[in-house]
């Protein structure tokens, strides 16, 4: 098991959600839907390392995440865990090839032309990110993360800035990957239909996660 959640709560000014417990497989995806405010993107940030709990425990490769070490930490987050998030995160002064190849330099994986083919910016290499659109800017978040060649991808509405079309190819980028790539997917989403392609499709709603 990939990754194991176990009694799971957090809250902020206000509780958000309480013992919540799931698992992940290797070539598996998961959804987590629900309204703005619900919680969706923090239970993902504290699934990918970046949020410590108030109360539980994530386990990741059967690593207790929050009992490891800093260093430890910051191991798994370069090395296995990739993070689509929905601000794009991009280094604006630098090339959208500039931005894709820190993966590789940080990792030593050698950047791979079919990815950037498939998700249609090979043209725009060599602009710098802030003049290019925001679809483009997401779908050169997507090849930085994709990139490194994570265990497991943890995407925040990676869909959200991309026209129908591109949207259904860069969701059939990732599940091809996770397949490919002996990985998982850890998808958060407002898209229903998107939600319900996953493997598992949860709700977070009143504290819970439910099957969608």
């Known amino acids: 098991m990939l990754l194991n959640v176990k009694n799971l709560s957090h809250s902020f000014d206000y509780?958000?959600?309480?013992?919540?417990?799931?698992?992940?497989?290797?070539?598996?995806s998961m959804s987590v839907?629900?309204?703005?405010?619900?919680?969706?993107?923090?239970l993902l940030h504290i699934c990918s390392t970046l949020l410590k709990p108030n109360n539980g425990e994530v386990f990741f490769n059967e690593k207790n995440l929050y009992k490891l070490s800093s260093d430890e930490l910051v191991d798994i987050r370069r090395n296995d865990v990739g993070i689509i998030f929905q601000s794009h995160f991009l280094f604006k002064g630098f090339s959208?090839?500039?931005?894709?190849?820190l993966s590789s330099v940080l990792t030593g994986i050698p950047l791979e032309d079919e990815l950037l083919k498939r998700l249609g910016i090979s043209h725009i290499l060599r602009q710098k990110v802030g003049d290019i659109s925001g679809g483009q800017q997401q779908r050169v978040s997507i090849a930085?993360?994709?990139?490194?060649?994570?265990?497991?991808?943890?995407?925040?509405?990676?869909t959200g800035n991309?026209?129908?079309?591109?949207?259904?190819?860069?969701?059939a980028l990732l599940f091809d990957y996770i397949?490919?790539?002996n990985a998982?997917?850890?998808?958060?989403?407002?898209?229903?239909?998107?939600?319900k392609r996953c493997d598992a499709a949860y709700k977070?709603?009143?504290?819970?996660?439910?099957?969608l």
């Open 15 to 28: 509780p958000l959600f309480g013992n919540i417990s799931f698992k992940l497989a290797l070539h598996s």
């Open 204 to 211: 977070l709603e009143n504290l819970e996660l439910k099957t």
């Open 144 to 158: 930085r993360v994709l990139s490194k060649k994570p265990k497991i991808i943890f995407a925040d509405e990676p």
């Open 184 to 195: 998982a997917l850890f998808l958060v989403t407002h898209d229903l239909n998107l939600a």
């Open 33 to 42: 839907t629900g309204v703005s405010g619900s919680g969706k993107s923090t």
């Open 96 to 101: 959208a090839f500039e931005n894709i190849e």
């Open 162 to 171: 991309l026209d129908t079309i591109t949207a259904g190819e860069v969701t």
């Open 179 to 181: 397949k490919a790539n």
